[in-house]
């Protein structure tokens, strides 16, 4: 689940920089995200249709695709496809920014992020990825880009990449606990029995964080499924009592719930 962390409007055309959590306690999606594929070949979409200063932009790489993925389809079901009001926007939000780029008034990373969200409510992947690279190449130590092809690669099915980009966008900005919140979420719905990766990422958050509610909400729900209940039940209290002035009703609904299992 995301929310939009920045809004920028340019020249009255605003577009988004999707990337956080809007963390609830109980509202994670509850769909479960599809297996990973164990295909170990991918290819990195050619930028043979950008100009030639888009090019030389991302000649020092794109983020590798991970040896695990196969992406089958660079093109998705966009949330704009099959609406022409929608598209014709994006289309014309994409000109405006591909214009202010090199301008000053705006940071390209941004503008290149923009245009990649663009392209997301498209469907076109691709275009969407050369963008997203476009801005890290500015900017690498930057973890918005990495973290929004985390979200893209979820789209594009390449799971194990996600998980790299995910990983990058907390690595490059640790102290940014949104993006150790994606991370987990991530991590712990699609690799829920990789005790070591997902213990990885918690000891990553909890060095830079110590005890944080959001994520120790994430790690009961991780304890949850896998039937720990008296570890999600500990968990939950601990989130708890970090919660104070917080309506933690619907923690005593769920320790309740829990405690049935036992």
Known sequence: MHITKKQWTVAGIGFFV???????????AKAPAPAISNTATSTVPSTTNASTTEQASVTSGPF?????????????????????????KANAD???????????QYDDYDLYIGMGNDYVLLGDGKSAYQNYNRAINIHPKKGLAYANV??????????ATAADAYAT?????????EYHIER??????????????????????????????????????????????????????????????????AIDTEIARLKTKL
């Open 18 to 28: 999707v990337v956080l959590t809007a963390f609830g306690y109980f509202n994670f």
């Open 64 to 88: 590798p695709i991970n040896k695990k993925d196969t992406i089958a389809s660079w093109n998705f079901k966009g949330a704009y496809t099959g609406n022409d009001t929608f598209i014709a």
């Open 169 to 177: 966008a907390t690595a490059v900005e640790p102290w940014v606990l």
């Open 150 to 159: 985390g979200h893209l690669m979820i789209q594009l099915g390449a799971y």
């Open 184 to 249: 987990l979420t991530y991590l712990t719905r699609q690799f829920p029995t990789d005790n070591t990766r997902i213990a990885t990422a918690f000891a990553d958050a909890e060095k830079q964080f110590g005890d944080t509610a959001p994520i120790l909400a994430i790690k009961a729900e991780w304890l949850t499924g896998l039937k720990r209940y008296a570890d999600a039940i500990t968990t939950w209290e601990r989130a708890k009592l970090l919660s104070p002035g917080k309506d933690t009703s």
């Open 94 to 104: 994409i000109v405006l920014l591909k214009g202010l780029l090199g301008k000053g």
